[in-house]
């Protein structure tokens, strides 16, 4: 059964930073991708960045590429999402979610299985 783990969500000031962690396991795909999206109160899911295996990187949301980076690492089947100059509008549940194969080109294309969330609270 594939579980996917999000952790490193919590309280932080505007202007901090946070670092979301993932955990993925069973799975057995040599390729696969993971991605990060959020839904903010109110607000529909949203794509912010996703890392696969072989392409790399790839920026869903160019308005937050500035701020939030994506990291993974193969060995642990993990990935990570480093978020810096926090603003009260990145308040959201932090979603991170894998699919075998590449990143989708399109964050609203969907990903396989997803994590439960993390929630992020950016206050003033």
């Known amino acids: 059964e594939v579980q996917l783990v999000e952790s490193g969500g919590g309280l932080v000031q505007a202007g901090g930073s946070l670092r979301l962690s993932c955990a993925a396991s069973g799975f057995t795909w040599d390729d696969y991708a993971i991605g990060w999206y959020r839904q903010a109160p109110g607000k529909a899911r949203e794509g912010v960045s996703c890392?696969?295996?072989?392409?790399?990187?790839?920026y869903w949301s160019d308005s937050l590429k500035g701020r939030f980076a994506i990291s993974g690492d193969n060995a642990k089947h993990a990935a990570y999402l480093q978020m810096n100059d926090l603003k009260p509008e990145d308040t959201a549940v932090y979603y991170c979610a894998i699919s075998s194969g590449l990143c989708p080109q399109r964050y609203y294309y969907g990903m396989k299985y997803w994590g439960e969330g993390a929630l992020v609270t950016v206050s003033e």
């Open positions: 890392i696969s295996v072989k392409n790399g990187v790839t």
